[in-house]
């Protein structure tokens, strides 16, 4: 896996030349060994992040976007205002994500936009990500642990990532070895869950998962309806405008009434679509954005049950060493076998340890998904209501403008 060094890290936060020792002022010292964690820690508030801008490059099977990051460290005491900008493909998201998805096992690593195969250089398309992407990163500097990852510090530089030989590999497997793999690791055991708290909280996040997906993909067929409707609307403006204009010499009070109906209803679908757009970049991009986030608990807790597993097994191996030794108590194996129960015993206190220390994270991460889940998508529905809200009112005002149109119009 890429390391960098912590000399090597400063370069994203300081000046190009390092800071000289200076034996009389030890304090620019100790400022050059401050990690990026630290003065998130310290000043709080004052990092941000940010995508500026997209470029695509290249033509066909070999064109690419780069998304261009700023990072601000604003107003700090000791370093006053400094950007750090670098230009990233996706695939170096990916390849961040990935690196601390193997780093902490017992963290939910903020996930990535879908990777699209169709449309995948138009504008709607490239905007999405970019503001998902944008979202990944922000979630990625708020977290404690994450922030001080290496790999962080390595990725907002704007400098060639220097990739392993196993992401390469990875790359470069095929569906089939990559499936030998997946059924290896399935048959490895069964894990017995020992904590009700998981037993629950597994169950929740199967039928949340399920229940998103399914509300999901209702809210997809609602906005595609409602995207028709827009049309909808746009024909009857027409149409009611063709009408108007042979009203125009034989009847100019219906001329006016029906040329305001195309005005107002033209509004109406420009109203409608405005409200839509608004929907699927607030509601809807919400919603998806949970269910990959829910994909990304479920990691976890596979993790856990991964170890819950190893340690299981090791209690077990541990078990049918200790058995053989007293089977096999003459002098002459007794030492061998010995060494081979406190090599065991120890292989369990190990597997003990990271088991307890990855269910001690993921009930902390898992804890502050839920409330922060509560709190994002309460949001998100009080902006779905308040757009609808002021949709509808906005219709409202229109449909009186004609209404008291008819009302001062003499009929003949």
């Given at each position: 896996?890429?390391?960098?060094?912590?000399?090597?890290?400063?370069?994203?936060?300081?000046?190009?030349?390092?800071?000289?020792?200076?034996?009389?002022?030890e304090e620019n010292e100790n400022i050059k060994n401050t990690s990026l964690s630290?003065?998130?820690?310290?000043?709080?508030?004052?990092?941000?992040?940010?995508?500026?801008?997209?470029?695509?490059?290249?033509?066909?099977?070999?064109?690419?976007?780069?998304?261009?990051?700023?990072?601000?460290?604003?107003?700090?005491?000791?370093?006053?205002?400094?950007?750090?900008?670098?230009?990233?493909?996706?695939?170096?998201?990916?390849?961040?994500?990935?690196?601390?998805?193997?780093?902490?096992?017992?963290?939910?690593?903020?996930?990535?936009?879908?990777?699209?195969?169709?449309?995948?250089?138009?504008?709607?398309?490239?905007?999405?990500?970019?503001?998902?992407?944008?979202?990944?990163?922000?979630?990625?500097?708020?977290?404690?642990?994450?922030?001080?990852?290496?790999?962080?510090?390595?990725?907002?530089?704007?400098?060639?990532?220097?990739?392993?030989?196993?992401?390469?590999?990875?790359?470069?497997?095929?569906?089939?070895?990559?499936?030998?793999?997946?059924?290896?690791?399935?048959?490895?055991?069964?894990?017995?869950?020992?904590?009700?708290?998981?037993?629950?909280?597994?169950?929740?996040?199967?039928?949340?998962?399920?229940?998103?997906?399914?509300?999901?993909?209702?809210?997809?067929?609602?906005?595609?309806?409602?995207?028709e409707f827009v049309q909808i609307w746009e024909d009857f403006s027409q149409g009611?405008?063709?009408?108007?204009?042979?009203?125009?010499?034989?009847?100019?009070?219906?001329?006016?009434?029906?040329?305001?109906?195309?005005?107002?209803?033209?509004?109406?679908?420009?109203?409608?679509?405005?409200?839509?757009?608004?929907?699927?970049?607030?509601?809807?991009?919400?919603?998806?954005?949970?269910?990959?986030?829910?994909?990304?608990?479920?990691?976890?807790?596979?993790?856990?049950?991964?170890?819950?597993?190893?340690?299981?097994?090791?209690?077990?191996?541990?078990?049918?060493?200790?058995?053989?030794?007293?089977?096999?108590?003459?002098?002459?194996?007794?030492?061998?076998?010995?060494?081979?129960?406190?090599?065991?015993?120890?292989?369990?206190?190990?597997?003990?340890?990271?088991?307890?220390?990855?269910?001690?994270?993921?009930?902390?991460?898992?804890?502050?998904?839920?409330?922060?889940?509560?709190?994002?998508?309460?949001?998100?529905?009080?902006?779905?209501?308040?757009?609808?809200?002021?949709?509808?009112?906005?219709?409202?005002?229109?449909?009186?403008?004609?209404?008291?149109?008819?009302?001062?119009?003499?009929?003949?």
């Amino acid at each position: 896996m890429f390391e960098v060094s912590q000399q090597e890290a400063q370069k994203v936060l300081f000046e190009e030349e390092p800071f000289q020792k200076d034996e009389e002022n030890e304090e620019n010292e100790n400022i050059k060994n401050t990690s990026l964690s630290q003065i998130i820690e310290d000043v709080e508030g004052t990092i941000i992040v940010s995508i500026t801008n997209t470029e695509k490059h290249g033509e066909g099977m070999n064109a690419f976007v780069t998304y261009s990051i700023n990072t601000k460290c604003i107003d700090d005491p000791i370093l006053g205002t400094k950007d750090i900008n670098a230009n990233r493909r996706y695939s170096d998201f990916v390849w961040l994500h990935d690196t601390l998805k193997t780093q902490y096992k017992g963290v939910i690593i903020p996930p990535l936009p879908e990777k699209n195969l169709i449309n995948r250089f138009s504008p709607d398309v490239i905007d999405y990500r970019k503001s998902e992407l944008e979202r990944f990163l922000k979630r990625v500097l708020t977290h404690p642990k994450l922030v001080s990852s290496p790999h962080v510090l390595a990725f907002l530089e704007n400098g060639e990532l220097q990739k392993a030989p196993e992401d390469i590999a990875t790359k470069s497997k095929g569906f089939f070895s990559t499936l030998t793999e997946k059924v290896t690791n399935i048959n490895i055991g069964t894990v017995v869950e020992t904590d009700e708290w998981f037993t629950d909280i597994k169950e929740y996040i199967k039928g949340l998962d399920l229940q998103l997906n399914n509300f999901y993909n209702k809210t997809t067929s609602l906005t595609k309806k409602r995207k028709e409707f827009v049309q909808i609307w746009e024909d009857f403006s027409q149409g009611a405008t063709e009408y108007a204009n042979v009203e125009i010499e034989k009847d100019k009070m219906l001329h006016r009434l029906f040329d305001k109906l195309g005005e107002i209803t033209h509004q109406i679908s420009s109203l409608h679509n405005e409200t839509v757009e608004r929907e699927v970049s607030q509601f809807e991009s919400s919603l998806k954005d949970y269910i990959r986030t829910t994909a990304a608990v479920k990691d976890v807790l596979t993790n856990r049950d991964n170890a819950l597993l190893k340690y299981q097994a090791a209690e077990k191996t541990l078990e049918q060493k200790k058995q053989k030794s007293e089977k096999n108590a003459s002098a002459s194996k007794a030492s061998a076998i010995q060494t081979e129960v406190n090599e065991a015993e120890k292989q369990k206190d190990t597997a003990k340890a990271q088991f307890e220390e990855i269910t001690r994270e993921c009930k902390e991460e898992i804890d502050k998904f839920l409330k922060t889940k509560n709190k994002e998508i309460t949001d998100a529905l009080r902006d779905l209501v308040q757009t609808n809200m002021n949709h509808e009112l906005r219709v409202l005002d229109l449909w009186k403008e004609l209404l008291q149109l008819i009302e001062e119009s003499p009929i003949s």
